[in-house]
């Protein structure tokens, strides 16, 4: 697998309907913001949005507890990685591979979207990486999907330098 990099400046109205069911975001205190604009979104398109603070390492059994409390089958997970301390990377890595171990064991007969979102770890225009600990999402980007073939992976790097509009963002 090679990563590739496309940017997206598409219009919030020009991106296509979601996958009914509960969105799972996973936040730290620093991305409250932007995970609150887009659970707001997400409920202004008919869809549900669980948000729990994450700090890695979760607890045992955190994921399967928040899978126990959604209203409707789990549609996808959005994990906001940005600003997580380079002591937590192995923890981290557990983490994302016990959400995808607690999703496909959950997700009934549809594909799951699972997308980690980073700031700064991506470079589209040749300008530096602003944070280099990111290559350890990429690398569970690209390796669990061969461990989980019904979990379509993703990760967006999202520029907060051109806009603080959260709506925007989200």
């Not at 980073?118 to 061969?146: C, I, K, M, N, Y």
């Not at 992976?153 to 806009?163: L, T």
Request: with cysteine; aromatic share 4%.
């Amino acid at each position: 697998y090679a990563p590739t990099w496309t940017l997206d400046a598409s219009p919030p109205s020009a991106i296509g309907s979601l996958r009914a069911g509960t969105w799972l975001i996973l936040r730290d205190h620093t991305e409250s913001a932007v995970a609150d604009a887009l659970a707001r979104e997400l409920g202004a398109r008919g869809t549900e949005a669980m948000v729990h603070d994450w700090s890695p390492p979760l607890p045992s059994g955190a994921l399967e507890a928040l899978s126990r409390q959604r209203k409707a089958g789990i549609a996808g997970a959005i994990v906001f990685l940005a600003n997580k301390p380079p002591d937590a990377a192995e923890a981290l890595l557990e983490d994302l591979t016990r959400l995808c171990e607690t999703l496909e064991r959950d997700r009934g007969k549809e594909p799951i979207r699972v997308i980690i979102t980073t700031s700064g770890a991506a470079s589209v225009f040749g300008e530096a990486v602003a944070d280099h600990r990111a290559a350890l999402a990429l690398g569970g980007v690209l390796v669990l999907p061969t461990e989980f073939p019904e979990l379509g992976m993703r990760q967006v790097d999202i520029d907060r330098s051109g806009s603080s509009d959260l709506s925007q963002i989200a």
